[in-house]
């Protein structure tokens, strides 16, 4: 693997994908200008495994990516040599793995549904058409969201519940994550553990890269607080999402994919 001085890491829905089209061509530029100059673009979201392949056939990324807010980092075979070692490995990856196993955090939804008498469905309770039409997806892409491996997304919890479900959850041993469209039910990793390990995997050989990291959600803190440039893409409604005492935070002119380019570009303009 051609080593490099830099790499990207990126949320997808709302940073590099566009929240309504859900396209990622007005940030094709940037994507082009960093392939050019051989920069990893690690896609870091909380999409699913199924999901997060799909969107890399589309943006012919070959690099490794993080998927379910952190609960597992995929790592293409022979992407950092040989002698790496993985909690386990399949034909395509070897697999670091944070998050508890979806059977489980499904068995904890129900008991903190039974717990608390809120109606928490997540999308293990959903048909697929459900997951579509709350999530603007085609029916295909919703069954590629249901295809969950560790974190569950759910809805049924109010402002007024949520410190509830967040006690009960954290009872079970798990925590509340808040993205775009759900909360998601989760244990073990984040963003943040998922871009550390990683920092250390791209170093391995003794060169000191500098990471730029992009998201648009409160989901997106812990990885925004573990690379060099931390960068807010704004939301469609002109806003960003609040991350107090974060050190060299750049907010993105734009939103989605519009902001993403913007801000890469200008920082590929002013690299050292």
């Given at each position: ?14 940073t590099l994908l566009d929240e309504a089209a859900y396209s990622f061509e007005p ?239 200008e920082l590929l303009r002013s690299a050292p």
């Open positions: 693997m051609k080593r490099t001085p830099l790499v990207v890491f990126t949320d997808l829905d709302g940030a094709r530029p940037a994507l082009d200008a960093l392939a050019a100059s051989g920069v990893p673009v690690v896609l870091c979201t909380s999409k699913t495994r199924a999901e997060t392949e799909r969107w890399r056939r589309a943006l012919d990324n070959t690099h490794p990516f993080v998927v379910e807010n952190g609960a597992a980092v995929l790592v293409p075979c022979g992407y950092f040599g040989p002698d790496m070692s993985y909690d386990r490995q399949d034909a395509a990856y070897g697999l670091l793995e944070f998050g508890r196993p979806y059977r489980e955090v499904r068995l904890a939804l129900q008991a903190i549904r039974a717990a608390t008498g809120l109606p928490l469905r997540g999308f293990g309770d959903m048909p697929v058409e459900e997951i579509a039409a709350r999530c603007g997806f085609s029916l295909e892409d919703a069954a590629l969201a249901a295809r969950r491996e560790y974190d569950e997304p759910f809805v049924g919890a109010d402002p007024a519940s949520l410190g509830a479900v967040v006690r009960e959850a954290a009872a079970l041993g798990l925590r509340i994550v808040a993205g775009g469209r759900f909360l998601h039910l989760a244990g073990g990793g984040d963003k943040g553990l998922a871009v550390k390990t990683l920092r250390r995997l791209f170093d391995r050989d003794g060169t000191k890269v500098r990471a730029i990291g992009l998201g648009d959600g409160p989901n997106d803190e812990p990885m925004l607080r573990q690379v060099d440039v931390p960068v807010l893409v704004l939301r469609r409604d002109g806003r960003h999402a609040e991350i107090p005492d974060l050190p060299g935070l750049v907010i993105a002119p734009y939103a989605g994919p519009d902001g993403w380019r913007e801000a890469v570009l």
